[in-house]
């Protein structure tokens, strides 16, 4: 692979190339070009633009307009030669978060109509130019740190340095700027500044070796501050579904098509006006176990782990905790003293894993040591029966699947956990 020199990355992601390389499937670029509507752009734009997945569908559309492709592997250039024979476009191998993009490739800032984009999912190395990209366009204090800002983020502001007003940006984003606790922020910033349209929630293993879960964004540059978003969802067979709408204040907690339709009868959403009662307010309190994986082994302690849950068919109407993980409750002040414990009452679910939703058992008696995986959920007695029921349901289940985060192994953060929204 050819890369320019600037080119330095300091944290691949676990499962792309050293360039975050994952090219758009063309049902995936289609509908995402069919989502952006009510513009007849000039200059669209492709940032990352690899294989050109992106500004090739656009071209289908928009037959006239200018195209313009950047991307930083060399390359990449030879795969885009059906775009430049069939179209006016224009190619740069070049570094596309270089902060003097625009000269470099001959585009005035906020002069692009059509800004398309799935960013590498990288984290490249710090340059102090970033932190002047992100103020430049208006995101440098939507994150606790600038130093947070990945990829995604990062061309999203590149993007909006080059779009004109009322242009529009047609993202292909993670699980985490759309549904993470830590970039609420920043779809603060972004639902304030900029009229966000509509997201549609794309079917997992949309690109090839990830599990990743991806989203299409289309937003509309200062076009206004954002009322409502319209959530949609693709289906394995690539239809998008009827939208929901979400207004602004909602949108900015999550934008998941599945968690706002999750406890609602399928296809209609949550009814988001209503406060509702969340698994927060139902708990007293929630604990995490402190021993790793690689502790247990060494552990004076039989420690309840991930791989301890009663699996369905060998438990009774309710799974509990296995017999040897359960100790007296005369231990409980020594091995409190070591350890986090679960007592009696408490409800265990996994905190990472692949099926999560599935791991979820109740601790009838004694104490328990927990491992760093588990999340103890501790209710008062009156609560805990439904709430044990609710997250043994079918619903229960898909509610901790649709909050989960991640890619491949998924995780539940604490917060996931308590704005779990339990039935009425
Ligand atoms: C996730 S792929 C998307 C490719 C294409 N847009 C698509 O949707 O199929 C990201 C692309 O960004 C390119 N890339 C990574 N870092 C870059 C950078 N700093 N500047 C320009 N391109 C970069 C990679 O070479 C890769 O082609």
Redesign the pocket.
Same mark, same amino acid.
């Given at each position: 692979m050819l890369l320019p020199r600037e080119?330095d990355l300091r944290r691949p992601s676990t499962n792309?190339d050293a360039?975050?390389?994952?090219?758009?499937p063309s049902q995936v670029?289609q509908a995402l070009i069919d989502t952006m509507r009510g513009i007849r752009p000039r200059l669209v734009l492709?940032?990352?633009?690899?294989?050109? $997945? =992106?500004a090739s569908a656009a071209h289908r559309k928009w037959r006239s307009a200018n195209y313009v492709t950047?991307?930083?592997?060399l390359a990449?250039a030879s795969t885009l030669s059906a775009l430049t024979f069939n179209a006016s476009h224009i190619h740069h191998a070049?570094? $596309? =978060?270089d902060e003097e993009l625009a000269d470099r490739i001959g585009i005035a800032l906020g002069s692009v109509d059509v800004g398309l984009?799935?960013?590498?999912?990288?984290r490249?190395r710090w340059r102090s130019s970033f932190g002047r990209i992100l103020e430049e366009a208006g995101l440098s204090g939507a994150l606790q740190s600038v130093h947070d800002a990945g990829?995604d983020l990062l061309f999203i502001a590149q993007n909006l340095r080059l779009l004109r007003p009322r242009g529009k940006l047609g993202l292909?984003l993670p699980d985490g700027l759309i549904a993470g606790q830590k970039y609420r922020g920043v779809r603060q910033v972004l639902l304030r500044e900029h009229r966000v349209e509509h997201v549609v929630q794309l079917p997992r293993r949309t690109f090839a070796k990830t599990e990743a879960q991806t989203y299409l964004v289309v937003l509309s540059k200062r076009d206004g501050e954002t009322q409502q978003v319209q959530l949609s969802q693709m289906s394995d067979m690539g239809e998008v579904s009827a939208p929901i709408s979400i207004p602004a204040d909602v949108a900015m907690l999550r934008l998941d098509y599945a968690f706002h339709t999750s406890s609602a009868p399928m296809g209609q959403q949550r009814d988001v006006g209503q406060v509702k009662k969340t698994l927060g307010a139902a708990a007293h309190d929630l604990l995490r176990g402190a021993i790793s994986s690689s502790q247990i082994s060494s552990s004076p302690v039989p420690v309840f782990h991930l791989g301890d849950f009663p699996r369905a068919h060998e438990s009774a109407a309710i799974p509990t905790v296995p017999e040897k993980f359960i100790q007296p409750v005369s231990q409980a002040v020594v091995l409190q003293q070591s350890y986090k414990v679960a007592k009696a009452g408490d409800i265990l679910i996994a905190r990472i894993g692949r099926n999560l939703q599935e791991k979820v058992c109740f601790l009838p008696r004694g104490i328990c040591v927990i491992s760093d995986c588990i999340y103890a959920i501790r209710a008062a007695p009156e609560h805990r029966k439904t709430l044990l029921a609710y997250l043994l349901s079918e619903d229960g289940k898909a509610a901790l699947k649709a909050t989960s985060h991640g890619v491949g192994a998924k995780y539940l953060s604490r917060s996931d956990v308590l704005n779990i929204v339990l039935p009425d």
């Open positions: 080119m792309a360039l975050g390389r994952y090219y758009t670029s492709e940032l990352g633009a690899g294989q050109g $997945a =992106l950047v991307d930083a592997d990449a070049h570094d $596309a =978060l984009c799935n960013p590498p999912y990288v490249p990829a292909i």
